[in-house]
């Protein structure tokens, strides 16, 4: 390991030690995580914290692979309910998320006007979701 990732490992484990994770099967599940990520990747904590956030869509069930024609059968999308063909555009009711802060949990879809949740797409589709905050 690299004198990076060593650091990387004693604050995680000093951190999780505070939360009681170490007495868990939990700390060390994401202690191995962490180093099998260095493992693959190298110092590279951008692309480590990109691999998360995938991973958490992959818990979510949205797609990280582009949406494409092919993934669609009577005009939905079957990898993602939200995003179907009508006519011959295609749309997502959920390309538009309301939160009241960036990190909020809490995802909150509108439809009542022109600034809702639903847009138009356009395949090969990767899937992003536009936050707006709201009061």
Request: contains cysteine; proline residues 7%; hydrophobic residues 35%.
């Amino acid at each position: 390991m690299t004198e990076w990732i060593d650091g990387v490992v004693k604050y995680s484990e000093t951190e999780l030690k505070l939360l009681g994770f170490d007495q868990t099967p939990l700390g060390p599940a994401i202690i191995t995580f962490i180093k099998e990520l260095h493992g693959v990747l190298g110092n590279q904590p951008g692309l480590m914290k990109s691999l998360l956030k995938q991973v958490g869509d992959l818990i979510d069930k949205k797609p990280i692979a582009p949406i494409m024609e092919k993934d669609f059968v009577d005009d939905r999308c079957v990898r993602y309910p939200y995003i179907y063909k009508s006519g011959e555009k295609y749309y997502n009711d959920r390309a538009v998320v309301f939160k009241k802060s960036y990190d909020d949990p809490n995802s909150h879809y509108m439809y009542q006007d022109q600034r809702g949740s639903k847009q138009e797409i356009t395949l090969p589709y990767v899937l992003r979701e536009e936050i707006v905050l709201i009061p």
